[in-house]
């Protein structure tokens, strides 16, 4: 008789609380990883470094599984059929994992659930993946938050109420004992990138520094964590308690990350292609092919945006002010559709979080919650005089700005301003 823990997007042995629950139980633990083709299939190409992030992240738990003589068990097949081929070899009591907002999975996780109901197996989930989720951070009125700054001071108010938990995972070892052999990149029909990842920890030097020098790209001032806190391999809880008393800057930025998971839970139609306001939806966007592509290969003659999208594209990271700058820019300036621009960025980004992502773009395009205002443009050249004045970060990713084979601008700031307006107005008749 055993139990099941199953790694999703936890990919870590400390402090991971489905994991802990489920050796605190009765039966030895299975730990499996499942990679279903439902979203495999879905990456565009064969080079997808988050494959290979995933992978070198199991391989760190497969190390520290063998120390204790165990295995994780890494199945290629839909979660369905995984199921039923672990039913055929074992005796399973019961299911562990850790809540998973977006859609697929809740569908996901209800078919699992209603597979193993039907067995007489249980199946449990638990947050880890957020400090607080669904209804724990609601208005007086009972109801969710669609504005960050009282969402955030209710979230500072419960966490003052209710200390942080550990859950001291790594302590127990109550595992199933075997020995099975991780799969090769290749096998699960992906190549090298060659791709390097950022470290999961954060220095405190970054952290007390952070307010004063966050918003320069050229001066590697953030975390980025953002890979690790999208796939769980580094635990939300420890960095809250590391923002704690040292960074209420950084400590708003981890708020918003819990903010949009809020918004997805609440407003699911967020992720169905729809506006958060849904009179945005009647935009009449201009959608020209031939500039979309100039925008992704970082070709449109402004450099801040170009340097941007190139290193979007070469290393699957783009700093968060440069990140509000290109999509402001597709938007407002080319009329692009936001959906565009966020599933490139979802095709693109390591740290493609759906619930942050669509936040992201949304705020930019003016529809989301607490978006910035339509009429907000931003000045591509204003923004490089304040935040890449040395022209370091730009000279970095776009070495030829300054010659002739530099493209001229593909438009005209004050002309794509008024015009963005006119459409803005339009379609929200003002
Ligand atoms: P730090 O500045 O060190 O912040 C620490 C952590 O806080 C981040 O790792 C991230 O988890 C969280 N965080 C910071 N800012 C935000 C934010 N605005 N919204 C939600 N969480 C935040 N972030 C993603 O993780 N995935 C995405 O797919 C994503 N898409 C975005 C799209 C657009 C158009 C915009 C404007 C922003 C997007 N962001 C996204 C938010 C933000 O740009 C990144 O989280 C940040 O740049 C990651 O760098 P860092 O780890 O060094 O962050």
Redesign the pocket.
């Known amino acids: 008789k055993i139990s099941i823990f199953w790694f999703r997007r936890d990919l870590r042995i400390e402090d991971n609380h489905g994991l802990y629950e489920a050796l605190k139980g009765e039966f030895p633990v299975l730990p499996i990883f499942i990679f279903d083709p439902n979203i495999l299939l879905k990456l565009n190409s064969t080079q997808d470094a988050r494959v290979e992030f995933i992978l070198s992240a199991l391989h760190a738990i497969q190390k520290r599984l063998l120390e204790q003589g165990s295995s994780l068990k890494v199945i290629h097949a839909s979660p369905r059929e995984a199921y039923e081929q672990l039913a055929g070899q074992y005796d399973i009591q019961a299911i562990y994992c850790n809540h998973d907002y977006e859609k697929y999975a809740g569908i996901r996780d209800g078919s699992i659930q209603s597979w193993a109901n039907q067995r007489g197996i249980g199946f449990s989930t638990y947050k880890d993946q957020v400090i607080f989720e669904k209804n724990e951070v609601l208005s007086g009125q009972n109801t969710p938050y669609t504005v960050f700054t009282p969402y955030s001071r209710k979230w500072k108010e419960r966490l003052a109420q209710h200390a942080i938990q550990v859950y001291p995972s790594e302590t127990l070892q109550n595992y199933v004992k075997f020995t099975e052999e991780l799969p090769s990149l290749g096998s699960l029909g992906f190549a090298n990138t060659g791709l390097l990842f950022p470290g999961n920890s ?1 220095s405190m030097e ?1 952290i007390q520094g ?1 307010q004063a020098n ?1 918003d320069f790209p050229a001066k590697g001032a ?6 690790h ?2 796939f769980g391999t580094v635990s939300i809880r420890s ?1 809250v308690k590391q923002a704690i008393g040292v960074s209420e800057t ?1 400590l708003n ?2 708020i ?2 819990d ?2 998971f809020n918004i997805l839970f609440h407003f699911p139609h967020v992720s169905d292609g729809h506006a958060f306001r849904k009179e945005y939806d009647r935009m009449e966007w201009r959608n020209n092919e031939v500039e979309f592509k100039a925008w992704c290969e970082g070709q449109t003659g402004y450099p801040i945006v170009d340097a941007g999208m190139r290193e979007l594209n070469s290393t699957g ?4 002010r440069v ?2 700058i ?2 402001s820019f597709l938007v407002k300036h080319l009329l692009i559709d936001w959906r565009w ?2 599933s490139y ?2 095709e693109k ?1 390591l ?7 669509n ?3 949304q ?2 395009a003016g529809c989301g919650c607490d978006a910035a205002p339509y009429f907000r443009v931003f000045n591509p050249t204003l923004q490089t005089q304040k935040f890449d004045k040395e022209l370091a970060y730009i000279r970095k990713w776009v070495p030829e700005f300054q010659e002739l084979s530099y493209p001229q601008p593909i438009v005209n700031h004050e002309f794509a301003r008024e015009r963005v307006l006119v459409a803005y107005k339009k379609a929200l008749g003002r």
């Open positions: 954060v970054i952070y966050r953030t975390s980025r964590l953002s890979v806190l999208r960095l950084w930025e981890l918003w990350r903010f949009y990271f783009m700093h968060n990140r509000m290109v999509a621009g966020e960025f979802a980004l740290d493609f979080d759906l619930a942050a992502n936040g992201g773009w705020w930019a």
